[in-house]
Protein backbone atom coordinates (compact mmCIF):
# COMPACT_ATOMS: atom_id res chain seq x y z
CA UNK A 1 0.00 0.00 0.00
CA UNK A 2 2.97 2.75 0.91
CA UNK A 3 4.60 1.57 -2.52
CA UNK A 4 1.05 2.42 -4.32
CA UNK A 5 0.48 5.96 -2.37
CA UNK A 6 4.53 6.51 -3.08
CA UNK A 7 3.82 5.83 -6.85
CA UNK A 8 0.89 7.66 -7.05
CA UNK A 9 2.24 10.70 -5.67
CA UNK A 10 5.34 10.23 -7.65
CA UNK A 11 3.28 9.93 -10.79
CA UNK A 12 0.76 12.91 -9.91
CA UNK A 13 4.30 14.88 -9.30
CA UNK A 14 5.57 14.06 -12.57
CA UNK A 15 2.52 14.63 -14.69
CA UNK A 16 1.80 18.56 -12.73
CA UNK A 17 5.69 19.30 -13.58
CA UNK A 18 5.26 18.31 -17.39
CA UNK A 19 2.29 20.63 -17.26
CA UNK A 20 3.74 23.56 -15.85
CA UNK A 21 6.86 23.52 -18.14
CA UNK A 22 4.90 23.44 -20.99
CA UNK A 23 3.57 26.71 -20.22
CA UNK A 24 6.83 28.06 -19.98
CA UNK A 25 7.83 26.80 -23.32
CA UNK A 26 5.75 29.00 -24.91
CA UNK A 27 6.91 32.28 -22.71
CA UNK A 28 10.21 31.86 -23.31
CA UNK A 29 9.62 31.36 -27.48
CA UNK A 30 7.76 34.69 -27.27
CA UNK A 31 10.66 36.19 -25.26
CA UNK A 32 13.35 34.63 -27.89
CA UNK A 33 11.56 35.70 -30.56
CA UNK A 34 10.76 39.68 -29.36
CA UNK A 35 14.82 39.74 -28.69
CA UNK A 36 15.11 38.86 -32.39
CA UNK A 37 13.04 42.22 -32.98
CA UNK A 38 15.59 45.46 -33.32
CA UNK A 39 15.71 47.76 -30.15
CA UNK A 40 16.49 51.23 -32.11
CA UNK A 41 14.93 51.55 -35.27
CA UNK A 42 16.59 52.75 -38.20
CA UNK A 43 13.32 54.57 -39.46
CA UNK A 44 14.41 58.66 -40.76
CA UNK A 45 13.48 60.79 -38.14
CA UNK A 46 10.31 62.94 -39.28
CA UNK A 47 11.38 66.17 -39.19
CA UNK A 48 8.22 68.49 -39.76
CA UNK A 49 7.33 67.00 -36.14
CA UNK A 50 10.36 66.62 -34.48
CA UNK A 51 11.57 68.86 -31.37
CA UNK A 52 15.06 69.46 -32.91
CA UNK A 53 13.51 70.97 -35.97
CA UNK A 54 10.81 73.42 -35.02
CA UNK A 55 6.97 71.98 -34.65
CA UNK A 56 7.31 70.32 -32.12
CA UNK A 57 8.12 73.09 -29.87
CA UNK A 58 5.90 75.51 -31.99
CA UNK A 59 8.80 78.14 -32.31
CA UNK A 60 11.74 78.63 -34.93
CA UNK A 61 14.06 80.89 -33.26
CA UNK A 62 14.56 81.68 -29.57
CA UNK A 63 16.98 83.57 -27.77
CA UNK A 64 17.28 84.14 -24.19
CA UNK A 65 20.19 86.32 -22.62
CA UNK A 66 19.85 86.70 -18.54
CA UNK A 67 22.75 89.21 -16.71
CA UNK A 68 23.13 88.73 -12.89
CA UNK A 69 24.58 92.18 -11.62
CA UNK A 70 25.57 93.08 -15.08
CA UNK A 71 27.43 89.65 -15.95
CA UNK A 72 26.35 87.56 -18.33
CA UNK A 73 24.89 84.88 -16.61
CA UNK A 74 22.21 82.43 -18.91
CA UNK A 75 22.27 82.05 -22.85
CA UNK A 76 20.16 80.04 -24.05
CA UNK A 77 19.72 79.95 -28.03
CA UNK A 78 18.20 77.64 -30.17
CA UNK A 79 17.56 77.96 -33.76
CA UNK A 80 15.65 76.17 -36.92
CA UNK A 81 16.66 76.57 -40.42
CA UNK A 82 14.21 75.09 -42.28
CA UNK A 83 15.25 75.18 -45.61
CA UNK A 84 19.09 73.14 -44.84
CA UNK A 85 16.96 70.85 -42.55
CA UNK A 86 19.24 72.05 -39.38
CA UNK A 87 19.16 73.00 -36.48
CA UNK A 88 21.57 75.31 -34.22
CA UNK A 89 21.45 74.98 -30.30
CA UNK A 90 23.62 76.68 -27.59
CA UNK A 91 23.09 76.92 -23.38
CA UNK A 92 25.77 78.61 -21.70
CA UNK A 93 25.27 78.97 -17.92
CA UNK A 94 28.03 80.45 -16.22
CA UNK A 95 26.05 80.33 -13.10
CA UNK A 96 26.60 76.45 -13.11
CA UNK A 97 29.54 77.02 -15.07
CA UNK A 98 28.53 75.08 -18.65
CA UNK A 99 28.37 75.37 -21.80
CA UNK A 100 27.17 73.07 -24.19
CA UNK A 101 26.72 73.19 -27.80
CA UNK A 102 23.86 71.50 -30.35
CA UNK A 103 22.67 68.03 -29.32
CA UNK A 104 24.50 68.52 -25.52
CA UNK A 105 22.64 71.56 -25.56
CA UNK A 106 19.02 70.01 -26.78
CA UNK A 107 19.19 67.34 -24.00
CA UNK A 108 20.20 70.22 -21.33
CA UNK A 109 17.39 72.36 -22.46
CA UNK A 110 14.40 70.02 -23.97
CA UNK A 111 12.66 69.87 -20.09
CA UNK A 112 12.93 73.82 -19.93
CA UNK A 113 11.22 74.38 -23.24
CA UNK A 114 8.63 71.65 -22.37
CA UNK A 115 7.67 72.78 -18.92
CA UNK A 116 7.92 76.73 -19.54
CA UNK A 117 7.57 77.35 -23.24
CA UNK A 118 3.89 75.19 -23.42
CA UNK A 119 1.75 77.35 -24.81
CA UNK A 120 3.32 80.52 -24.20
CA UNK A 121 0.52 82.47 -26.34
CA UNK A 122 -1.97 82.18 -23.42
CA UNK A 123 0.49 83.32 -20.98
CA UNK A 124 1.24 86.56 -20.15
CA UNK A 125 4.87 88.13 -20.54
CA UNK A 126 4.94 88.78 -16.45
CA UNK A 127 4.02 84.92 -15.93
CA UNK A 128 6.24 83.79 -18.77
CA UNK A 129 8.99 85.54 -17.82
CA UNK A 130 8.38 84.53 -13.84
CA UNK A 131 8.30 81.06 -14.74
CA UNK A 132 11.61 81.35 -17.03
CA UNK A 133 13.14 82.65 -13.71
CA UNK A 134 11.65 79.83 -11.54
CA UNK A 135 12.74 77.17 -13.60
CA UNK A 136 16.44 78.32 -14.08
CA UNK A 137 16.33 79.33 -10.14
CA UNK A 138 17.28 82.83 -10.36
CA UNK A 139 15.48 85.49 -8.14
CA UNK A 140 17.71 88.60 -8.96
CA UNK A 141 18.45 89.62 -12.37
CA UNK A 142 20.20 92.70 -13.79
CA UNK A 143 18.62 91.93 -17.89
CA UNK A 144 16.46 89.99 -19.11
CA UNK A 145 15.83 89.62 -22.79
CA UNK A 146 13.97 86.89 -24.43
CA UNK A 147 13.09 86.71 -28.28
CA UNK A 148 10.98 83.96 -29.27
CA UNK A 149 10.39 84.07 -33.47
CA UNK A 150 7.14 81.14 -33.46
CA UNK A 151 6.30 78.95 -36.49
CA UNK A 152 3.97 80.80 -38.02
CA UNK A 153 6.74 83.96 -37.89
CA UNK A 154 4.80 85.65 -35.15
CA UNK A 155 7.21 87.48 -32.67
CA UNK A 156 7.45 87.85 -28.65
CA UNK A 157 9.75 89.95 -27.36
CA UNK A 158 10.81 90.72 -23.29
CA UNK A 159 13.59 92.85 -22.53
CA UNK A 160 13.53 94.01 -18.86
CA UNK A 161 16.33 95.54 -16.79
CA UNK A 162 16.56 95.92 -13.28
Known amino acids: MRKSKFLMITIF ?6 VGCGNN ?3 NKRSVESR ?19 AGYG ?11 G ?17 EAEYKNN ?14 IDEFFNEVLLNTENKSKEDLMREIL ?3 NIE ?14 STLTIQESN
Open 13 to 18: ASVFLV
Open 25 to 27: NND
Open 36 to 54: DEPLISAEIEDRDGSYYYG
Open 59 to 69: FLDFDLEIDID
Open 71 to 87: KDAIDINYEVDKQNDTF
Open 95 to 108: IENFHLKNEEAMNA
Open 134 to 136: ESL
Open 140 to 153: DYSKFDLEITYDDN
